[in-house]
């Protein structure tokens, strides 16, 4: 199920802005590390789910995704970039320019108890479909307000926390529409939690490219 779109205010998106500039330079660039499973759903849902992301995601992902989706993206809105590993610690584009720092939080979140600082510095930060909304939130959040995005990480890190064997199942279903979110508040609390979240910082949230802005 693709995400919802964003509420749109009544004012501009910078109106707020100029009051202060922002309290951090957001530097990292958000990757979303897609494996096998990611296709569960079939590659028009998953190229859905990325476009939401962003319209150009930053992805780490096997060649056969990378095949379907480019197949799947040409000619429409979602211009993906595809990222190779130069190491295990390290990523760059195709071409092998901007080459950076890989922190993969997808393969360590323990790492991501230092997203906040993390997001400061010029490296790729890999991130995994579950919570590649939440991230993209709070990262728009931290620009602003440090704290705000602090209390919104730790609700992240407790919700990941809470879940269940089963859980996982439960948000791959509600991702690929076969699973509405009544029904998850029923089947499981703690997956509920983490998808509740989801929708509340996506929608309350958005990016400047959400209003057709550059990043």
Do not use: N
């Not at 993209?136 to 990941?160: G, P």
């Amino acid at each position: 199920m693709p995400m919802p779109d964003h509420l749109q205010p009544e004012c501009p998106p910078d109106a707020h802005k100029v009051m202060r500039p922002p309290e951090h330079e957001i530097k990292a660039q958000l990757v979303v590390v897609l494996t096998p499973s990611a296709l569960r759903g079939g590659i028009t849902h998953l190229a859905s789910l990325l476009m939401a992301m962003s319209k150009t995601p930053y992805l780490l992902c096997p060649e056969q995704i990378k095949t379907q989706l480019e197949q799947e993206c040409a000619g429409s809105e979602c211009k993906p970039v595809f990222l190779i590993r130069q190491s295990p610690a390290q990523a760059a584009l195709p071409d092998g320019t901007l080459a950076r720092e890989l922190v993969d939080l997808s393969a360590d979140p323990q790492k991501s108890q230092d997203f906040l600082s993390l997001l400061e510095k010029e490296i790729y930060l890999g991130c995994d479909l579950r919570s590649m909304y939440i991230l993209r939130s709070i990262s728009t959040v931290y620009a602003w307000d440090a704290l705000l995005a602090q209390h919104f990480l730790a609700q992240y890190h407790q919700a990941v926390k809470d879940l269940v064997a089963g859980d996982d199942d439960l948000l791959d279903e509600v991702r690929q529409g076969k699973l509405d979110t009544p029904t998850l508040k029923e089947k499981s609390q703690s997956a509920y939690a983490l998808v509740r979240l989801e929708r509340k910082l996506f929608l309350q949230y958005p990016t400047a490219e959400d209003y057709g802005q550059d990043h």
